[in-house]
């Protein structure tokens, strides 16, 4: 499974504004992400509810996820990849908005 680690830097955490934008990136990249931190299992990163009702704060780490079940090779690996980076850099960016 494809993962990636990042911190939340929002002010507010993934909470209205920010998890509104990150939840359009998710959908935008067409895959099925899922965001995990300790002591929660991973919600589906493509719902603004699911995201918002896990109480990702400002500073907790998190993971992103792919399982290579749902990619069903319809994305290479390296691509499912490279959409977690650019997730994580835009969870790490957000504490300018």
């Known amino acids: 499974m494809p993962t990636h ?10 909470h209205a ?5 990150f939840v359009r990136a998710v959908t935008d990249t067409g895959l099925p992400v ?3 931190k300790a002591g929660i299992n991973g919600v ?10 896990a109480d ?5 780490e998190v993971e992103l996820g792919i399982s290579e079940n749902a ?9 499912a990849e490279d959409a977690l980076r650019g997730l994580a850099v ?4 957000q504490g300018a908005l």
């Open 90 to 93: 835009l969870l790490e960016s």
């Open 56 to 60: 990702f704060q400002h500073g907790c």
């Open 5 to 14: 680690k990042a911190v939340v830097t929002a002010s507010v955490g993934l």
């Open 44 to 53: 589906d990163a493509r719902s603004l509810l699911h995201v918002m009702t």
């Open 71 to 79: 990619l069903n090779g319809a994305v290479s690996r390296e691509k």
């Open 34 to 36: 899922t965001i995990a």
């Open 17 to 21: 504004r920010p998890a509104a934008i």
